[in-house]
């Protein structure tokens, strides 16, 4: 992925300090990617998951109960650390699936006592894996983020070979579709056979418009990487 201008990187140590720093849980092999205002950021990750069939119709009710029951875990080790608690509300964007990008996107509301943030997730198909982003924006901007983002997204394409149509036999197929990504990790196979039982952490991201906050940490952290 090329980095527009007036956009900045972390690589995945810094990454792991900002989250840390914004109260959120760590996270390894990560990267962060966001405006020079800082309106919002996105965190991509790479997962590898082998070939997704994305021929499976979601139930955007039971996702959304799986994912309210692994908040709840995430909770427990957010008081653990002495973390803000945050309550997931509900869809802000149900879950759908562009055929012809192969683009998987959905936005879920969340709440604390700080206020209320919009994590809005991409999931973008490959032949080999999936490339993860999660977008981290104010629900009162949250339209002209998501176009924002999108746009910069444009100059994001898999590695010739990679491209999910470029699938041959033979190649990994993963063991769970559609609803496996979006309930995610550990999940994935209970996903699969429509249980539903949430198993590890489900991470949440939270941005409630503490823009001196952020500003001052990206700055600390950022100090000139401009490129991926």
């Known amino acids: 992925m090329v980095i527009p201008a007036n956009h900045g990187f972390l690589g995945a140590a810094d990454t792991s300090k900002f989250l840390t720093l914004m109260r959120n849980l760590p996270r390894t092999d990560s990267y962060t990617f966001a405006p020079n205002d800082l309106n919002w950021f996105a965190i991509f990750d790479f997962e590898d998951t082998g070939y997704i069939k994305d021929d499976e119709k979601i139930d955007a009710d039971a996702v959304l109960q799986s994912l309210k029951e692994g908040n709840a875990r995430g909770n427990e080790e957010r008081k653990r650390r002495g973390f803000p608690v945050l309550n997931l ?104 056979t429509g249980l539903f039982k949430v198993i590890g952490k489900f991470g949440v991201l939270i941005f409630v418009g503490a823009a001196a906050l952020i500003g001052g940490i990206f700055k600390w952290l950022f100090r000139g990487r401009t490129a991926a």
Do not use: C
Not at 124 to 150: E, H, N, T, Y
Not at 163 to 183: P, Q, S
């Open 89 to 192: 509300d509900g869809w802000f964007v149900a879950p759908h699936y562009d055929t012809n990008s192969k683009r998987l996107e959905w936005a879920t509301k969340l709440s604390s006592d700080g206020g209320v943030s919009v994590n809005y997730r991409i999931r973008l198909l490959g032949r080999a894996g999936v490339m993860s982003a999660v977008l981290v924006s104010d629900p009162d901007s949250l339209d002209k983020d998501i176009r924002a983002f999108k746009v910069a997204l444009n100059d994001f394409s898999f590695d010739p070979g990679q491209r999910y149509a470029e699938f041959r036999t033979g190649d990994k197929i993963a063991e769970y579709g559609l609803t496996g990504l979006i309930v995610g990790g550990a999940a994935a196979a209970a996903a699969k």
